[in-house]
Nanobody, 112 residues
Framework: QVQLVESGGGLVQAGGSLRLSCAVS????????MAWFRQAPGKEREFVAA????????YSGDSVMGRFTVNRDNAKNTVSLQMNSLKPEDTAVYYC?????WGQGTQVTVSS
């Protein structure tokens, strides 16, 4: 059974940083690209960032480009999202995704 568990969310002031992690179990982690999405209250789920199977290629959504960085560790079956220069509009529940599997999400709140 595939499980994705996010951690690292919390409350931070605008301009601050947070690092999210997603631990994956039960699947062939290195066989899949990994992605982060977020969903703010009343809004649709939004693509944040993705990373290829071996980590050589990354993608970022327009709203986070230059501020957020995605990385992965295939030896530890983890993917991370380093978030810098956070803005109040980054407030959302952040989810990691592998193939058709989603984590339960972790709340990020950025205060102004």
């Amino acid at each position: 059974q595939v499980q994705l568990v996010e951690s690292g969310g919390g409350l931070v002031q605008a301009g601050g940083s947070l690092r999210l992690s997603c631990a994956v179990s039960g699947g062939t982690f290195s066989s899949y690209a990994m992605a982060w999405f977020r969903q703010a209250p009343g809004k649709e789920r939004e693509f944040v960032a993705a990373i290829s199977r071996r980590g050589g290629t990354t993608y970022s959504g327009d709203s986070v480009m230059g501020r957020f960085t995605v990385n992965r560790d295939n030896a530890k079956n983890t993917v991370s999202l380093q978030m810098n220069s956070l803005k109040p509009e980054d407030t959302a529940v952040y989810y990691c995704k592998m193939n058709v599997y989603w984590g339960q999400g972790t709340q990020v709140t950025v205060s102004s």
